[in-house]
């Protein structure tokens, strides 16, 4: 399996602080990698998929960029329904594989 | 607007099977799309654990593909996770979520069902 190694495991940040999330494949997936967001009542939504496309609905202030093995997800400017947990994922290879998440927390 | 929803016992005994279903409305499940389960451990690793396609083919993750069965019932527009001989380190949080093969994305969610596994 893919391993997907997702940095930093937690974060702080400020209100309209420019943050990013990184994940690095154990090897190449084409860009095959999508992002998603856990609310602390559980609830999973898509972000991202296929690297940096956006998923209906998402705004703008959510990006992600990548090639290779490394991959990122970048918020422009914090809102206070950014705080979650995030996830990215890949696709490139059976069976679909899950970084360990990112908690961002408001510092 | 679809929805998805899980449903079953929030706690099994080790040894035992884990059952549960994930309610569809808004989306009939053989229109399309291919139909997961994922499963969230405490410590918040998040592990795939297999679809149901809208023909009714299945695709499992090899770590469990002895112990897991998914399977619907397409006249209440549900799918089942199935998975036996539980142990302790099998409580998570499961979801279930529809999968878009052309995004490749799983872009819609249930809520989660947690389950715990004790004797």
């Known amino acids: 399996d893919i391993q997907m190694t997702q940095t930093p495991s937690s974060m702080p940040a400020s209100l309209g602080e420019r943050v990013t999330i990184s994940c690095r494949a154990s090897q190449g997936i084409s860009n095959y990698l999508n992002w998603y967001q856990q609310k602390p009542d559980g609830t999973i939504k898509p972000l991202i998929y296929?690297?940096?496309n956006l998923q209906s609905g998402v705004p703008s202030r959510f990006s992600g960029s990548g090639s290779g093995t490394d991959y990122s997800l970048t918020i422009s400017s914090l809102e206070p329904e950014d705080f979650a947990m995030y996830y990215c994922q890949q696709y490139d290879s059976s069976p679909p594989t899950f970084g360990a998440g990112t908690k961002l927390e408001l510092k | 607007e679809i929805q998805l929803q899980e449903s079953g016992p929030g706690l099994v005994k080790p040894s035992q099977s884990l059952s549960l279903t994930c309610s569809v409305t808004g989306y009939t499940i053989t229109s399309g799309y291919d139909w997961s389960w994922i499963r969230k451990f405490p410590g918040n690793k998040m592990e795939w654990m297999g679809y149901i396609s809208n023909s009714g083919s299945t695709n499992y993750n090899p770590s469990l593909k002895i112990r897991i069965s998914i399977t619907r019932d397409t006249s209440k527009n549900q799918f089942f996770l199935q998975l036996n001989s539980v142990t302790t380190e099998d409580t998570a949080t499961y979801y279930c979520a529809r999968f878009d093969y052309y995004s490749n994305i799983m872009d819609a969610w249930g809520q989660g069902a947690s389950v715990t596994v004790s004797s």
């Open positions: 296929y690297t940096s």
